[in-house]
């Protein structure tokens, strides 16, 4: 669907106190610095276990039922052999039958292309909201979805009686399995929603929870999901859980397999008989995984904990990183930007700031006393700006004691410090402390004099 000729109706925006005719989205696009995000890591056991759930059904479906006796999932819980089959089948398998051994690579990372070392500030720059599939612009709240590959690797054995059947079978999957090439699948994932996160979601919107932080009406809330979603939600029992949760349903989703030669043994020997001849082959499939959900909003939020006892919060960031600016008033570009973290118990009593910067400054620290030794502050190269929840703070800094304080509180625990320099000063003076401008190459024991 092309999003920027979807027909809009008329959207009350609360942040702007306007209405909207057009495009939805654009006054969002225009008020973006005023955008924070919270990344929330998504359940990698449930992509696993879809994975291999998936891999079983493409193995099966290539025989008949009825065909195996009995198969075992390596990892399987061991109830689960318990419910299914009875006291002698579990000591002694009947032929034919088949398990499966899956392992995961978690070094794997598509080449570098899955690979996140950015931190959750720079996902809020680069997103773009069109790309939601949770779009609430009644209260301006978005949730966007990210994606990885898994690697699994899956050994899959089976155990034939005679060697003739085993024969039989092996030319059947040499053609069925397409031995030795790759193959691909497109295939409709139902992916797991976290609960914190229709949790939180919930609560910004009215519905009312328990003390466990459950949905009450769950009936309601999935309408309300499915009424702001572009994608099915679902609201199923989990497996792996036994509660019913919600479920994001991905259509179209690209599974791919490489499959190795199939082998064949010689068989097990039981008296003078060769018996239970074993075909094995491995697969390494490339599966799609969430890798985070990301929920976009505009107003600050009052995030629930993950039980009333727990402290923790389901966000891993929470910061309008937009709305500080890259460079100053006066030109100056960032130097140095860093979080700072009051104490809990100054920041619940409602205690101004009082900052110490002094091990910020590192080589910042020559240029700065030799500033103040001719009677300059170094306020005439540095502009130090204070940020909490995406708002600047008016500070007071000491440059005796290089100490920066705030007469405001704070609303947020975590603030930003942000040093902007002026490079051409900052440069000027450390090459005449160095003496620099008249050689092109610093004698050894004159630079040795300055670093010390």
């Known amino acids: 669907m092309n999003i920027k000729q979807k027909k809009a109706t008329i959207h009350d925006f609360p942040f702007l106190n306007v209405k909207v005719k057009t495009d939805p989205f654009k006054v969002v696009r ?18 696993y276990s879809l994975c291999i759930e998936y891999v079983k059904e493409w193995f099966a479906s290539a025989f008949v039922d009825g065909f195996f006796k009995s198969a075992y999932i390596n990892g399987s819980h061991v109830i689960d052999q318990f419910r299914r089959l009875t006291r002698e089948q579990l000591l002694k398998r009947n032929t034919p039958c088949y398990t499966i051994t899956p392992t995961i690579d978690y070094d794997y990372n598509s080449e570098m292309v899955d690979l996140y070392p ?30 990885k590959q898994l690697l699994m690797k899956f050994n899959i054995r089976i155990k034939m009686p005679t060697l003739a059947s085993a024969q039989d079978l092996y030319d059947f999957m040499q053609i069925k399995f397409r031995a030795g090439a790759t193959m691909g699948r497109e295939v409709d994932l139902d992916f797991h929603l976290p609960m914190k996160l229709m ?9 009312e929870l328990d003390s466990n932080y459950n949905i009450k009406d769950s009936t309601e809330f999935l309408s309300h999901m499915n009424k702001n979603s572009i994608l099915p939600i679902m609201y199923k029992r989990r497996n792996g859980t036994g509660n019913k949760e919600y479920f994001v349903k991905l259509p179209k989703m690209y599974v791919h397999f490489r499959i190795s030669d199939i082998q064949i043994d010689e068989g097990e020997r039981q008296g003078h008989l060769m018996n239970n ?24 939020k009052e995030f629930l904990k993950t039980s009333p006892e727990e402290s923790d919060i389901i966000r891993l960031e929470d ?26 118990e100054n920041f619940n009593e409602k205690v101004p700031l009082t900052i110490s910067f002094i091990e910020l400054l590192g080589d910042l620290r020559k240029a700065i006393d030799y500033t103040k030794s001719i009677y300059l ?11 909490n929840n995406g708002k600047e703070i008016p500070l007071e800094i000491d440059w ?11 609303t947020n625990i975590k603030s930003h ?5 002026d490079n051409k000063y900052l440069n000027e003076t450390i090459m005449k402390l160095r003496e620099d401008k008249e050689h092109r190459i610093t004698p050894y024991m004159q630079s040795k004099v300055v670093r010390n």
């Not at 225009?30 to 992509?47: C, D, Y």
């Not at 949790?199 to 519905?207: E, I, L, T, Y």
């Not at 075909?279 to 600050?300: I, S």
């Open 400 to 410: 005796e004691n290089y100490e920066i304080k705030t007469n405001t509180v704070m």
């Open 118 to 147: 950015y931190g959750g500030n720079i996902f809020n720059n680069r997103y773009e909201l069109e790309s939601s599939f949770y779009r609430n612009f009644e209260t301006n709240d978005f949730i966007a979805l990210d994606f």
């Open 417 to 421: 410090l942000v040093l902007y320099v």
């Open 277 to 300: 001849f074993n075909l094995q082959f491995d697969v390494d499939v490339h599966f799609p995984c969430p890798k985070f959900f990301v929920y976009f909003y505009f107003e600050t």
């Open 377 to 387: 502050s170094p306020g005439l190269f540095i502009d130090m700006k204070l940020f």
């Open 319 to 344: 910061f309008p990183v937009l709305s500080i600016p890259k460079t100053n008033d006066k030109g100056w570009n960032q130097f140095i930007t860093t979080e700072y973290i009051d104490d809990e």
């Open 199 to 207: 949790a939180q979601v919930a609560k910004d919107n009215g519905f």
């Open 30 to 47: 225009e008020h973006r610095s005023q955008m924070k995000s919270s990344l929330v890591t998504p359940s990698r056991n449930h992509s």
